[in-house]
């Protein structure tokens, strides 16, 4: 009798197998076999497109982006030069990301910045990449504080670059201590229609509360347009699995995302590197088919910096000159 009860239960044992994992393997890909992606840059791709959660090129195939943000301008706008950029194309780099701070000296308090960031553009077409205009929030954390400057410079931006198929319009890197709901949501909502109002189909990326890590929140209450896609941001050394398992759920829940910044360290930048981690998430982001900026191309003296103190700008770089957060991030260009 036992006998029998125990062969029962583990007949249910196995049944309830099967359908448990089944669900926890999503639908929309097979993560076994990584989409087939192209890599080449804006001359090959064109303008860019969402197509359900891939980002696509013109054609409509699915496209990955992968390449350097830029560490805030105001400090290290040196290395958003057109040698710096043809450093990283060399690996294999198609985007960069322009990090225009709003605060802690930057564009609110130093305009001049829009020149760093248009120098910035045409260091980018030059080497045939994709570049991601950053309004850079983060001791500001509440985007609404600066709605209106937001608007202004968005459809400066836009007037100046409808016709460059080359960029792409980051309009809120990390809110923090604010609702997605209150907040974020209604600021993405005024942004996107001042761009919108100057470029139809330019690429929007927008972030979200708690430093770009609440997909979820975005996930269940997107906005309604076409071509925006939502980003994700961590730190190998703080962020581990439970963000991927959200970033999974928001995917499978039909929002695109874009890690449009991730670093090796920890979330402040520093406190060493942790490429096990780093591995586990390029491995994530590989099998989806998803597009990433590494924080930070710059000579800092901190453990994110890609780049040994004291490397210029303006000539190749060595492997040795890059630090191993840098000769890490580099080697993955590729993937
Ligand atoms: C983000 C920011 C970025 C910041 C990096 C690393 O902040 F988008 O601006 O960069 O992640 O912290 C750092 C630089 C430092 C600089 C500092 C202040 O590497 O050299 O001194 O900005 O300008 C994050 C990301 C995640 C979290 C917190 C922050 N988090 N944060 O999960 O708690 O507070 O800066």
Redo the contacts with the bound molecule.
């Keep these: 009798m036992f006998k029998h009860f125990l062969l029962f239960f583990l007949m249910l044992l196995n049944l309830s197998a099967t359908p448990a994992t089944a669900a926890t393997t999503p639908s929309f890909s097979d993560y076994n076999q990584p989409p087939i992606v192209h890599q080449g840059g804006v001359n090959q791709n064109g303008r860019l497109q969402v197509i359900g959660t891939q980002l696509c090129n013109a054609d409509g195939q699915p496209v990955v982006l992968r390449g350097m943000s830029s560490?805030?301008l105001q400090?290290y706008g040196q290395f958003t030069s057109a040698q710096a950029m043809a450093n990283t194309a060399e690996y294999g780099a198609n985007v960069f990301r322009l990090?225009m701070?709003t605060a802690?000296g930057g564009y609110l308090s130093q305009p001049g910045l829009k020149e760093t960031v248009k120098n910035g553009v045409n260091a980018a077409i030059q080497n045939d990449m994709y570049v991601i205009i950053d309004w850079?929030i983060?001791?500001d954390g509440n985007p609404m504080t600066h709605l209106e400057e937001a608007k202004a410079f968005f459809k400066e931006m836009a007037q100046l670059y409808k016709d460059t198929p080359n960029v792409i319009y980051e309009i809120c890197?990390?809110p923090?201590n604010v609702s997605w709901a209150g907040e974020v949501r209604p600021y993405a909502e005024a942004v996107t229609a001042a761009i919108r109002a100057e470029d139809e189909q330019a690429l929007i990326l927008i972030g979200s509360p708690?430093?770009?890590?609440d997909v979820h929140l975005a996930a269940a209450n997107p906005l309604p347009e076409h071509n925006l896609m939502y980003t994700c941001?961590?730190?190998a050394g703080?962020?581990g699995e439970w963000l991927r398992q959200r970033v999974d759920e928001a995917l499978q829940a039909g929002l695109p995302i874009f890690f449009s910044?991730w670093?090796v360290?920890?979330?402040?930048?520093?406190g060493g590197v942790f490429l096990d981690e780093a591995e586990k998430w390029l491995q994530f982001m590989n099998q989806r088919g998803l597009s990433w900026c590494g924080?930070?191309l710059?000579d800092?003296n901190?453990s994110?910096?890609a780049l040994n103190p004291g490397v210029s700008p303006n000539e190749p770089w060595t492997e040795q000159q890059l630090s191993e957060a840098g000769r890490f991030i580099f080697s993955h260009f590729k993937d």
């Design positions: 560490h805030g400090w990090a701070y802690e850079h983060l001791s890197n990390e923090n708690t430093w770009s890590q941001h961590f730190y703080t962020h910044e670093g360290s920890r979330a402040d930048g520093g924080w930070s710059c800092k901190e994110s910096a």
